[in-house]
C-alpha cells in the first residue's frame, strides 16, 4: 500500500493530466439518473414474492457496512453509515419468514430511470468450475495470476474531487507511470512479477473466469478452493461477442455465453487471437470454498447470494441497498420481478437502470447466465428518512 500511495503522489500531474483522457475511455452513461417515489403496491408482484433471500443479503452487508466510521458515505443519495443504522440493526433482529414485513416497515421504494428512460438493461453472471494443477504437466498449461508486486492503481479522487470514483492502473518504468501488459502481452510474455496460483487444463474455461471475476477450482489432487477478484490491469475491458460480430463470425440475435464458448472450442487455431482482443486481463486471490451455498466476496466485502446479489454501477449507485427488479428470463420469458441486493460491480455494469445477476454455481446457474439480456426496470429501497430528504 505504501509503495502505491507514494507512486501515486509522484504521479499526481500525469494522472491529473490523464483525466481528460479516461473520460474519453469512460463515457458516461445516458440520461442523468432520476428518482421518484412509489409505492410498495407499484412494484410488480411484489405481494407474492419471496424476498427472505434478500433479507439475509441484506443482513451480510449490514455487517460490512457496520464495520465503518459512522460519517462513511454510503452513496451519492444513499446518506452516510449512520442513517443506516437504525435498519441494519433491525434487519439483525429481523425473522426471514417476516422479510416482506421488514422491508416495507423500513424502507421506502423509489423507481430509477435514466433520464428519460425507465427501462434499462439486466445480465447475469455464475461462478464458472475450472479443473487445474499446482504444477504445470500435461494440458495443465494456462496460469491464474495472483496480483502483481509491480501493479499500481491510483485513486484519482484523491488528488481532485472532480474525479471521485476513478482510477488509473499501470506499472513504474523509468519514473514514469505507462500502462500495464495487455492481455495479449501477457500470454506471450508471462508475468515475472505475479504467482502463478495453478494452471488449468482449458485456456477458454479461464478466459471466462476472467469474465464472471470469480470462481471454483478443483485440483487434480481431489482438493477444491475459490478464486476470488483480487485486481485488474487497466486495460478497457472489450466484449469479444462484439469482436465475433464484426468478424462475421455470429449474429447480433445468437450471441450468448454459450455460443461464444461453443465457437471458441470450434475453432482452437483463431480462438487466442479472438480472447486477445479483449485486453483486460484479471488476477485472483485463492481462498478456501467455505459456505458452499454462497458465492465468492463481492466489491462490498460480503459473500454473495445466488439470486438475491446484483453488481451495479457504484459511481451511480450505492453498495449495500436493495434493488427490485422487474424482467424476464431468457428463453422462456417468464416473470423475473424480485428484491436483490446490491453487493459487486463490474467493468461492463455502467448506466444507472443497469444490473448484473448472480445466479450462483452450477449448470443452471451457467445457462441462466450465460443467455440473460433482459430489458427491464429497476427499483431503489432506501431507509425512510434517506428516502424522505430526496425531491
Request: proline fraction near 6%.
Amino acid at each position: 500500500m505504501t509503495r502505491r500511495v507514494v507512486a501515486g503522489l509522484f504521479f499526481i500531474a500525469l494522472l491529473l493530466g490523464a483525466a481528460a483522457v479516461w473520460r474519453l475511455l469512460h463515457p458516461a452513461a445516458p440520461g442523468p439518473l432520476q428518482l421518484a417515489h412509489v409505492h410498495f403496491s407499484d412494484l410488480p408482484d411484489w405481494n407474492s414474492g419471496d424476498p427472505r433471500q434478500a433479507l439475509l443479503a441484506f443482513q451480510r452487508s449490514c455487517t460490512v457496512m457496520m464495520a465503518a466510521p459512522p460519517e462513511t458515505v454510503v452513496g451519492a443519495y444513499a446518506g452516510n453509515v449512520a442513517d443506516w443504522r437504525g435498519v441494519c440493526d433491525a434487519a439483525a433482529k429481523a425473522d426471514v419468514n417476516a422479510a416482506r414485513d421488514f422491508f416495507e416497515q423500513w424502507f421506502a421504494p423509489l423507481a430509477v430511470r435514466a433520464g428519460n428512460a425507465s427501462d434499462g438493461l439486466f445480465t447475469g453472471y455464475y461462478e464458472p468450475l475450472l479443473h487445474a494443477s499446482i504444477a504445470r504437466h500435461g494440458r495443465h498449461q494456462t496460469p491464474v495470476y495472483a496480483l502483481p508486486s509491480d501493479l499500481v492503481t491510483v485513486d484519482l479522487g484523491r488528488f481532485r474531487d472532480t474525479l471521485k470514483g476513478e482510477h488509473v492502473t499501470g506499472r513504474v518504468e523509468d519514473h514514469s507511470l505507462v500502462p500495464y501488459p495487455t492481455r495479449a502481452a501477457i500470454d506471450t510474455d508471462g508475468l515475472r512479477s505475479a504467482k502463478v496460483l495453478f494452471y488449468a487444463d482449458d485456456p477458454v474455461a479461464v478466459f471466462f473466469l476472467h469474465i464472471q471475476g470469480s470462481g471454483r477450482v478443483t485440483f487434480d489432487d481431489g482438493t477444491s478452493a475459490r478464486v476470488a477478484y483480487a485486481g485488474q490491469n487497466g486495460r478497457p475491458y472489450t466484449a469479444i461477442g462484439r469482436t465475433l460480430i464484426a468478424q462475421h463470425q455470429l449474429t447480433r440475435d445468437k450471441t450468448s455465453l454459450q455460443t461464444i464458448r461453443a465457437w471458441l472450442v470450434a475453432h482452437p487455431d483463431r480462438a487466442r487471437a479472438v480472447m486477445e482482443s479483449d485486453a483486460s486481463y484479471v488476477f485472483f486471490k485463492q481462498t478456501p470454498v467455505g459456505d458452499a451455498a454462497l458465492g465468492a466476496v463481492g466489491a462490498e466485502g460480503a459473500a454473495l447470494t445466488p439470486d438475491a446479489s446484483i453488481a451495479v454501477d457504484t459511481k451511480i449507485h450505492p453498495l449495500g441497498a436493495p434493488f427490485f427488479i422487474e424482467t424476464s428470463l431468457p428463453r422462456s420469458g417468464a416473470k423475473l420481478n424480485r428484491l436483490y441486493v446490491a453487493q459487486d460491480t463490474g467493468g461492463a455494469i455502467t448506466g444507472a437502470v443497469r444490473a448484473d445477476i448472480f445466479f450462483g454455481f452450477g449448470a443452471r446457474a451457467e445457462d441462466l447466465a450465460g443467455e440473460m439480456k433482459q430489458t427491464g426496470r429497476m427499483f431503489v429501497l432506501l431507509p425512510k428518512p434517506v428516502a424522505a430528504r430526496i425531491r
